[in-house]
């Protein structure tokens, strides 16, 4: 006889002796695995391909093809006793958390109990049989007080083959809860090929991955994934369509194998974080999880700030096609994507940027001529130019100004399309300045002579308004002047003692920068109302900004208009202003805020 048949049924013995020793133990135990099966309902089969990656097995095939049965076999490392006691005993595992392999609760295979009331073992020449009515039969139980893989109703002799057989009896109206996400075969050690046979047909899919790369094919449909690694984390981006539909707009994060949290960005990531019971989500407070998350983003930083990875553009071009993240920053840390971005920003925080996003639109053509060692296409598109403002904002990235662009580059080396945007940016910034264009200025805005001061706005001499004061001392009087809320708001704060410039022409999110009367750094948000009783708003961009600053951020509201106008101040984090979310472009407005705000008289 085949010993590992006499030693499975000196356990079935033991096993029914505790029953007798102890019924109500099992009892609770019938319950403990009703609860397990009914939580991982919808993991059975991602379990079972875990347990035969951690097998070794290189092939499964699983036959749903009779909607009353399933069975699955595999190649892997054949039975020994170990493993048949930890079928028949609840978190008994003779694997390891981290030990290379995958599972390590001893729980998993438990969940098969929600979907039948049958299921047969094969492997090493030993078959178990597990019957719930059998067993309830033989130790003379209520069949509601018998687990259903705890005393096998019987065992008997096969024939030796290579690997496992696992045989189920569905349940009638499971089989709708039979999925497997092909993202499952992605981060496997061992499995590379699947076959699921159903009633209408068969999918087979074949994995192939390097250091570098990962394909599946999935009946003849290629999709294929650029890796990155670090450790046990690695990070997928898709790389052509049918990668990107399996990826999703949000992407996916995995335990090995997919959970159903979303990362925000289109990538699919993995690592050795903890998950919940359930094995769907993971555990954000955990140390393991923090861990993957921060590797996760320093290789997506490192990815996005060299250039030369064969991905750079790709993945930038993606992360603008996918979700707004200033939701995300407004969403917090709690959450994976809000942890992702978190670490992100932190590991560009200590890279040396080799290009920087710019104030207008650049021709592809262009960019190796602004930035000669190289730069991502994608963030200077015209079509992309609102979603690259946002990713500057989200990532603290660098920005070349406008002024930085002429001086560094011959007008005539450059495509008509940027030019002229070039050139009616420097023009709309010398307007609202106050000031003339410049000489190189002028050589993009194709002027052969310094223009007069009579040749309207943007040609004006005023002198910087930084330095200029209110002879008339009162805010009405510099918004009579300055006409623009901006420039208004700033002279004003600077001839008490502020130094602010005016950044509203760059995009960073608010209008203002410099330090107050008391040396302290701050950002200024300008907007203009009619009265202390009217509403204003904030977009997600400003709010997100005015969450994330480093420095102090301040609302400067311009009430009113001409020479009885005045200037408050409002810290809407510091005083807690009323604020509500309205549908309208996706603003934040403010109603209750005189309440709060200061007057600068």
Not at 570 to 575: G, S
Request: hydrophobic letters at 40%; one cysteine or more; glycine letters at 6%.
């Amino acid at each position: 006889m085949n010993p590992l048949v006499g030693a499975a049924r000196a356990l079935r013995d033991q096993l029914v002796q505790e029953h007798t020793l102890a019924p109500g133990l099992f009892h609770e135990m019938a319950r403990i695995e009703t609860l397990l099966a009914e939580t991982y309902r919808t993991r059975v089969l991602y379990e079972l391909l875990q347990n035969s990656d951690d097998a070794r097995s290189t092939t499964v095939v699983v036959d749903m093809s009779d909607s009353t049965r399933l069975t699955w076999r595999n190649n892997g490392r054949a039975f020994n006793e170990a493993d048949i006691e930890a079928l028949c005993r609840s978190a008994t595992s003779s694997k390891k958390r981290g030990d290379n392999t995958i599972g390590y609760r001893g729980i998993g295979f438990k969940a098969v109990a929600a979907l039948s009331e049958a299921v047969s073992v094969t492997s090493a020449g030993v078959t178990l049989i597990f019957d719930r009515e059998a067993a309830a039969s033989a130790l003379q139980a209520p069949v509601e007080s018998v687990p259903l893989l705890r005393v096998p109703a019987s065992v008997v002799e096969a024939r030796p083959e290579a690997g496992a057989q696992f045989s189920l009896n569905l349940i009638p109206g499971r089989c709708d809860q039979l999925a497997l996400d092909p993202v499952a075969m992605l981060f496997l050690r061992n499995v590379t090929d699947l076959t699921i046979r159903r009633p209408g047909g068969q999918q087979r899919i074949h994995c192939i991955r390097s250091t570098n790369h990962v394909t599946l094919d999935i009946d003849g449909r290629l999709a294929e994934f650029e890796r990155s690694a670090e450790g046990d984390t690695v990070l997928l981006v898709p790389l052509n369509p049918h990668a990107e539909s399996i990826t999703g707009r949000h992407g996916r994060l995995c335990c090995f194998l997919p959970l159903e949290d979303e990362l925000a960005l289109p990538i699919v990531a993995s690592g050795h974080l903890l998950t919940d019971p359930s094995r769907t989500h993971a555990v954000a407070g955990d140390d393991s999880t923090g861990a993957v998350i921060a590797t996760i983003g320093r290789l997506l930083a490192q990815i996005l700030a060299d250039p030369t990875s064969p991905v750079c553009d790709r993945l930038w071009s993606l992360i603008l096609s996918g979700e707004d993240l200033r939701t995300v920053v407004m969403a917090g840390e709690s959450t994976p994507p809000g942890m992702l971005l978190n670490a992100m920003k932190s590991a560009f925080a200590t890279i040396s940027w080799p290009f920087a996003f710019s104030e207008v639109p650049l021709e592809p053509s262009d960019v190796p001529r602004i930035f000669p060692q190289g730069a991502p296409l994608s963030i200077y598109s015209r079509d992309a130019s609102s979603q690259a403002r946002a990713l500057r904002t989200v990532f603290a990235a660098p920005t070349l100004r406008a002024k930085e662009i002429a001086e560094k580059v011959e007008p005539h080396a450059l495509s008509g399309e940027t030019r002229a945007a070039l050139t009616k940016h420097l023009v709309d910034l010398a307007r609202v300045e106050g000031r003339p264009l410049t000489v190189r200025e002028q050589l993009f805005a194709g002027q052969a002579t310094a223009p007069s001061q009579s040749s309207g706005p943007a040609t004006s001499t005023v002198t910087n308004s930084t330095s200029r004061r209110s002879s008339e001392g009162d805010f009405g009087g510099a918004l009579t002047r300055w006409r623009a809320a901006e420039i208004a708001a700033m002279e004003h704060l600077n001839a008490r003692g502020w130094s602010l410039q005016d950044v509203s022409r760059q995009n960073v999110g608010y209008d203002l920068a410099g330090t107050n009367a008391d040396g302290a750094d701050v950002h200024i948000e300008v907007k203009k109302v009619e009265g202390k009783d009217a509403r204003f708003a904030l977009t997600n961009n400003e709010m997100a900004v005015m969450v994330g600053a480093s420095s102090r951020y301040l609302l400067a509201l311009v009430i009113g208009d001409g020479s009885s106008a005045q200037l408050a101040l409002l810290d809407p984090l510091r005083d807690m202003v009323p604020r509500e979310r309205v549908c309208r472009r996706w603003e934040w407005e403010y109603t209750d805020w005189s309440r709060f705000a200061e007057i600068v008289h």
